[in-house]
């Protein structure tokens, strides 16, 4: 039950009593919202500013004939025009009440909306270089994208979670070299790793698996036809150790797209140009040397170009090289048009901070190959620095000079990982502390979120032991007599409860997932604040042995926190401990 979504629906329904020609897209503007100071009321509107221009009136006229209207509801206590035509509402406890009972008859289920209409979406992200182990730059895209994911899951989308593999570059081809040494020192050979190969230590046992292989036929091969065996079995050992890695945070894709499946005569560069070429998007001519410093690789050339402008980007953009070779961004616009003949209208791209100029250029592609009928949200994920006591960390590292996934999430957690990089907007840099995220203190926030998850079973623990006789089952606190939770800390705590279904949608449609994290911590400050006050008023304790229908109420609210938490923090992918040691 969304107690927001429900007041916005009785509030366009009276507007469209009051009002019958209110076009049903300006009644769908309207947005029911917590005040900004609570002692203005429980929900707040701004209906009547939306709809008074096109009806020529002035807003506090329609908003005073929006509140005669609500006079009849028994869900409302009052009701006020405040301002130049706010609406403020003060509700009945019945209606939080009845709120309280759907979360423990939705479970899992409360918050969890139809928002997406089984919409298809696609989500890209991580799309490291196959080339290596996840390092620490790398793990912020990912918890982001695995937790947009499953947020947009929860809120009705059906969402595929991809893997673009970068399989086709240079970088490939320097990866196969960089293991054919180590094949050869597996054979007994002395070697010294050029600068610019790949020196991690992670290729040694892909080594000694081709020496076991092939024993030193690959020697003997010519070196074209070696490289090609060792780069098809180096590929699929990094794409484990990648998987590997990411299973560490419990991240799983359902799709792995192969880049080099789109080059190759006939493949989809090839198809999606000519379709270009057929919808006039491509043209030859020269593009303006690049404003301020000019990029060694660019050439004043007549050359093949994406009309990229007429889609929302600053410049047309090269598809093809001086080499006849294709560009990064061909083989891009080809990989996001196969995305969208499969069927997807909805993309978001999870890349780093080092992609930010992309951004326009991927959304044109998106518009040019569906004709403006898919849309492309491009999430940028700033950088992360590693910090203990306030001073930069450095840690040991296993790969080279990379701190990677693996040495974090042994050091803290993958708890402390997924909450601590939510935590933050996407595009905003962050500080990532060792030594804060390891303390139980209020301070830590994913210890704070779990400390009151851990705290609700506690609860029952105690009334265990001062109610015995007590039957606390889910039957028995759906009997609870919920009318008796009237003390203000009471009604604080459920309005907190009520926000949950409102905040997860609005998280859902702005590709925001930190608002979650916000959201849990705001609801942990809540009931730890409850706890406090009940140790300074036992008439506020949760479990009173003098007061069982008392307590039993309070059980049920101590319950839907213990339900709510545990259903943000799996949106998130944070256990939710029923102890804490």
């Known amino acids: 039950m969304d107690v927001f979504a429900l007041f916005a629906a009785r509030v366009a329904d009276a507007l469209a009593s009051l009002y019958p020609d209110l076009a049903p897209e300006l009644l769908a503007r309207i947005v029911v919202e917590p005040p900004r100071d609570p002692a203005h009321g429980d929900l707040s509107t701004n209906a009547a500013m939306i709809v008074a221009k096109p009806l020529g009136k002035n807003p506090r006229e329609v908003a005073n004939a929006i509140v005669e209207h609500f006079q009849a509801d028994t869900d409302v206590n009052s009701v006020e025009v405040a301002g130049p035509g706010f609406i403020n509402f003060r509700l009945a406890p019945a209606i939080w009440f009845q709120m309280l009972r759907s979360v423990a008859e939705l479970g899992p289920d409360f918050g969890r909306s139809t928002l997406g209409k089984g919409e298809k979406v696609n989500i890209e992200y991580v799309s490291a270089n196959p080339t290596g182990p996840m390092h620490v730059g790398h793990t912020r895209g990912a918890v982001f994208g695995d937790t947009l994911a499953s947020l947009m899951a929860y809120s009705g989308f059906e969402v ?14 320097t990866l196969a070299s960089s293991t054919l040494l180590r094949y050869r020192e597996a054979l007994g050979e002395t070697i010294e790793i050029p600068s610019g190969f790949y020196p991690g230590d992670y290729l040694v046992p892909v080594g000694q698996a081709l020496a076991a292989e092939f024993g030193p036929k690959l020697l003997a091969m010519p070196e074209a036809e070696a490289l090609a065996l060792v780069k098809d079995r180096v590929l699929v050992a990094m794409l484990e150790l990648i998987q590997g890695d990411l299973a560490k945070l419990n991240i799983h894709h359902d799709v792995f797209f192969s880049e080099k499946t789109l080059h190759g005569q006939g493949g989809d560069i090839d198809t999606t140009l000519e379709w270009l070429r057929e919808q006039g998007m491509v043209y030859q001519g020269r593009l303006e040397a690049p404003k301020g410093k000019t990029p060694e690789d660019w050439e004043d050339r007549e050359q093949t170009l994406f009309r990229a402008t007429d889609w929302g980007d600053d410049v047309d953009r090269a598809l093809v090289k001086s080499d006849g070779s294709y560009t990064y961004f061909a083989a ?60 930069p960390f450095k840690m040991s590292k296993r790969s080279g000079d990379l701190v990677t996934l693996a040495d974090v999430v042994e ?41 009151a998850h851990a705290r609700t079973f506690s609860v029952f623990r105690t009334a265990a032991r001062d109610l015995p006789e007590m039957d606390v089952s889910p039957a028995a606190l759906a009997t609870a007599q919920l009318d008796r939770l009237d ?13 949950w279904p409102r905040s997860v949608a609005a998280a859902a449609v702005a590709h925001e997932p930190h608002r979650v994290a916000f959201y849990l911590h705001e609801l942990a400050a809540a009931f730890h604040g409850f706890w406090a006050k009940g140790n300074e008023d036992a008439r506020l304790r949760f479990v009173n042995a003098e007061d069982p229908m008392l307590s039993l109420a309070r059980l049920a609210l101590v319950d839907a926190v213990r339900q709510v938490l545990g259903n943000g923090l799996a949106i998130l992918g944070v256990s939710a401990p029923e102890e804490l040691s």
């Open 487 to 499: 003390s203000a800390a009471d009604l604080e705590l459920i309005r907190a409860l009520a926000a």
């Open 160 to 173: 595929t979670r991809e893997y673009y593999i970068n399989d086709a570059g240079s970088q490939i081809n």
């Open 332 to 391: 891009d616009i080809a990989y996001h048009r196969n995305k969208y003949l499969r069927g997807f209208k909805h993309m978001v791209n999870v890349l780093g901070a080092d992609h930010s100029g992309y951004v326009k250029r991927l959304q044109a592609a998106v518009k040019a190959v569906s004709g403006g009928a898919a849309d492309m949200d491009v999430k940028i994920c700033q950088l992360v620095r590693l910090m203990k006591n306030g001073e």
């Open 411 to 451: 050091e803290v957690g993958a708890d402390a990982v997924r909450f601590m990089l939510l935590f933050r907007r996407n595009d905003a840099a962050m500080d990532f502390d060792f030594a804060l995220v390891k303390e139980q203190t209020r301070d830590n926030p994913v210890f704070y979120v779990q400390y």
